[in-house]
């Protein structure tokens, strides 16, 4: 298993790590801070330095508990050996910034309107995009749920991650907000929760900032109406 440090401390950008399994241009770590993607959120890019060579990770794969690094050329190294690894930095915290500015948005729209249902998104790192079912919702009302979600980024919210039993995950209220997010909770010993300290909470596996201000400001950019029940906001930061 792939001790997992993007869950333990999502700031750091480099660490050394043991190959457990190594396989041409594949190699499985011991521990690692590449996230390798899910919920929205893309995997990681980086590179990892073995026996004093360097090679670009252009990719992650989940194998059950772990994490298969793919590397743009074959490694020479072999499993044992101790390896440095470094995530591209600018991108990913750019993802951590949209990650929690989704949350957020998701939390003022959950709070406000009972009529609405998220299908989901996807972080890039120069915007992201939310899908909702909220026949209701038009650019007008989109720009006022921007500018909420602006004001709960300037109160300077902690964002916390924890691990919570299923039966205790339970009894907590829409804490996930799609289809497969809840059947994955009856499924899973221990939910990942990630909380907007007296704001919000949602199950969650992606990697977030500590606290709501590193957002910056939220600017919608594109309000696209994709039928009676589905609308899209798409938004940047600044
Ligand atoms: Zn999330």
Known sequence: MSEKIY??????????????????NELILDRTAFYPGGGGQPFDTGRIIAEGKEYHITEERKSGDDV???????????????????IDWRKRYSYMRYHTAIHIISGVIENGYAESFSKGGQIYEDKARIDWDMPMLN?????KIISTSNSVVSESHRVLAKNILREEALKIPNLSRTEPGRALIQRLEEVRIVEIEGFDMQADGGTHVSNTKEVGTIKLSKFENKGSHNKRIEFVLV
Request: hydrophobic fraction near 35%; charged fraction near 40%; aromatic fraction near 10%.
């Open 7 to 24: 869950w333990k401390d999502p700031y750091i950008k480099e660490f050394d790590a043991r190959i457990e399994k190594l396989r041409e």
């Open 68 to 86: 298969i690094h793919i590397a743009s050329s074959n490694i020479n190294s072999e499993e044992g050996a101790v390896v440095k690894g470094y």
């Open 139 to 143: 650019r007008e009302l989109a720009e």
